[in-house]
């Protein structure tokens, strides 16, 4: 009988990002279903530690994405198009492609978020 779901844990092949776009520290990331989901949306699980960022950085022409990011715990601040943004947990944040952003911990426990990419339909 074929596979009818697939199952993976957080704990399971968690990778650090150094320096991400620039930023500071490490970003650890998880990558879900990575050799399995058809959808063309890659999710993702991030945990960023105190002062730890992402730093800005534009999708646009062949790199062109759009991104989810659903903050789970914490608490920071993102820069879209020289705005700073803050963000907590249970908060969402749709980054259209071509939009300058990043973001940075500014809390004193981790930030952990849901990160959703892909390439838009338009």
């Given at each position: 009988?074929?596979?009818t ?7 399971e092949?968690?990778y ?5 776009h ?5 970003v ?9 989901s ?7 699980v ?5 002062g ?21 715990e914490g608490?920071?601040?993102?820069w ?15 980054v ?10 500014t809390g004193?426990g ?8 892909g390439?838009?339909?338009?």
């Amino acid at each position: 009988m074929a596979r009818t779901y697939w199952k993976e844990t957080y704990a399971e092949g968690v990778y650090p990002y150094e320096a991400m776009h620039g930023g500071d520290g490490t970003v650890r990331i998880r990558r879900f279903f990575k050799d399995v989901s058809k959808v063309g949306v890659t999710f993702d699980v991030w945990e960023l530690d105190p002062g730890v960022s992402e730093g800005n950085h534009i999708h646009e022409g062949d790199r062109s994405l759009e991104e989810t990011y659903y903050f789970l715990e914490g608490e920071g601040v993102m820069w879209i198009e020289g705005e700073d943004v803050p963000v907590a947990a249970g908060d969402a944040v749709l980054v259209p492609p071509g939009v300058d952003h990043g973001f940075r911990n500014t809390g004193c426990g981790p930030l952990r978020l849901v990160l959703l990419f892909g390439r838009p339909t338009e």
